[in-house]
């Protein structure tokens, strides 16, 4: 099956500090790439729809301007947590997609904000 | 918009009984239906999943599921639970526009007790 990358597996930063996750997919070509959170004993929660090239279109109550998404190629997305607050520590995961009917799951980023 | 419910939050069985995991869904249509498991700080991992055809799929580790249009459900079943089977398991619906983006279950957690 399709391989997506996600690095790095866990992260630990400051109060205030930014951090950057990036998801590859490393044997396809993804269209689009989509972000979910996971809080603690909790499901995924979709945060953002990424198309390469295009502008992230975010889930409603998530803050674009705090979880920067860039697609700029068909092989790599990024998430940024910009200025991370300890309530912002969770689960991210990515999945990527080369068309409409299913998408991969990177194994998934743990951050904890301290 | 499509929504899943998963009624069981935990579910303990024996090693060896038979499983069956709930699983209903809100969709107008016949939506993308996936089953995932996720082990304890890790990714997802794909079991299974439907698009069309055949209301009764085989996934992987011996897993599989059944679509019931009538009762909008689409229950994981396994005859044999093996303790390695612990883990969380996530049921998801993709919609037909958009079968990549996907609606997560609240998830059951499995305990096998030997």
């Known amino acids: 099956g399709a391989v997506v990358s996600q690095h790095p597996s866990w992260v630990i930063c400051k109060s205030g500090t930014s951090v950057k996750i990036e998801c590859r997919s490393l044997d396809f070509q993804a269209t689009t790439m989509f972000w979910y959170r996971q809080f603690p004993k909790q499901s995924l929660m979709l945060m953002a729809t990424s198309n390469e090239g295009s502008k992230a279109t975010y889930e409603q109550g998530v803050e674009k301007d705090k979880f920067l998404i860039n697609h700029a190629s068909l092989t790599l997305s990024t998430l940024t947590v910009t200025s991370a607050h300890p309530e912002d520590s969770s689960f991210y995961i990515c999945s990527a997609s080369a068309g409409n009917t299913e998408a991969f799951f990177g194994q998934g980023t743990r951050l904890t904000v301290v | 918009a499509q929504s899943v419910t998963q009624p069981d939050i935990h579910i303990t069985v024996s090693e060896g009984a038979s499983l069956e995991l709930r699983c209903n869904y809100s969709?107008?249509?016949?939506?993308?239906l996936f089953w995932y498991v996720q082990s304890p700080g890790q990714g997802l991992q794909l079991l299974l999943k439907y698009f069309s055809g055949d209301t009764l799929v085989q996934g992987i580790k011996g897993f599989e599921a059944e679509f019931k249009r009538s009762q909008s459900s689409f229950n994981l079943r396994k005859p044999s639970v093996h303790w390695s089977d612990a883990a969380e398991y996530f049921c998801?619906?993709?919609?037909?526009?958009?079968?990549?983006?996907?609606?997560f279950g609240a998830g059951t957690i499995l305990r096998v007790k030997s």
């Open positions: 998801a619906v993709g919609d037909r526009v958009y079968g990549n983006k996907l609606v």
């Open positions: 969709y107008g249509a016949t939506p993308y």
